[in-house]
């Protein structure tokens, strides 16, 4: 990945289980994104988190942010098999106009 | 949300020939979109920064003449690969960032497969 690495780099589970993703990062950052990519398809915006935040939920979805440890998780509660997809992380230092992803979660969620 | 659409979704050329991908913000103002490349199973990798009147800015490792981008207007950019070859076959993503927005999120096209016979 340009900056960032994440891991697990795949990751099996049932459906009704959590998953969780983390990925880090070696700069300073303005913010963090999540996105989703389903097969062969572009990107969802999942949430961004900045810099002075910590943690921020948006439905089934949690994601931190430690800026000491320079690293970022997501996590999906309850999962689905329709939330089967690839997971990136991507961190921004300015103004967003220097974004960067990670190299991504390929999750599987079983029915 | 924002939408960005791109054209075509792919296309199949042969070797040594030129391909344009085209990257449009439907409902907002685009100073500034990206291209991304993204080989299979692996992550998206900027390849430039196009700027709306004036030229795009690189990085390391791109080949500016082989992908030619053109940021002509303030809702298209243009990414020409020239003489494409077989290694040049992957997803081509762009995304643009709405200056305007109360966010600072880039809104990602559908991407466009790329396959060099």
């Known amino acids: 990945s340009q900056q960032g690495e994440e891991d697990p780099q795949a990751l099996s589970i049932q459906e009704g289980e959590n998953a969780t993703m983390n990925c880090s990062y070696k700069t300073s950052i303005n913010n963090l994104q999540w996105y989703r990519q389903n097969s062969g398809r572009g990107l969802v915006h999942l949430i961004l988190i900045r810099s002075n935040e910590r943690e921020k939920h948006s439905g089934r979805l949690r994601v931190t942010l430690d800026t000491s440890k320079k690293s970022s998780s997501l996590l999906i509660t309850a999962s689905r098999a329709a939330d089967t997809a690839s997971y990136f992380c991507a961190r921004s230092r300015k103004n967003n106009n220097d974004m960067r992803f990670g190299a991504g979660t390929r999750l599987t969620v079983k029915p | 949300g924002a939408v960005v659409s791109q054209h075509p979704s792919w296309v199949i050329c042969k070797s040594g020939t030129s391909v344009k991908i085209e990257c449009r913000s439907l409902?907002?103002?685009?100073?500034?979109m990206f291209w991304y490349r993204q080989f299979p199973k692996q992550s998206l990798m900027l390849m430039a920064t196009s700027n709306e009147g004036s030229k795009a800015t690189y990085e390391q490792g791109v080949e500016k003449d082989k992908f030619l981008i053109n940021h002509a207007s303030l809702t298209l950019s243009t990414l020409t690969v020239t003489s494409a070859h077989p290694e040049d076959s992957s997803f081509y993503i762009c995304s643009a960032r709405d200056p305007s927005g109360r966010t600072d999120t880039q809104y990602f096209g559908p991407g466009t497969r790329l396959t060099v016979l």
């Open positions: 409902d907002f103002q685009a100073t500034t």
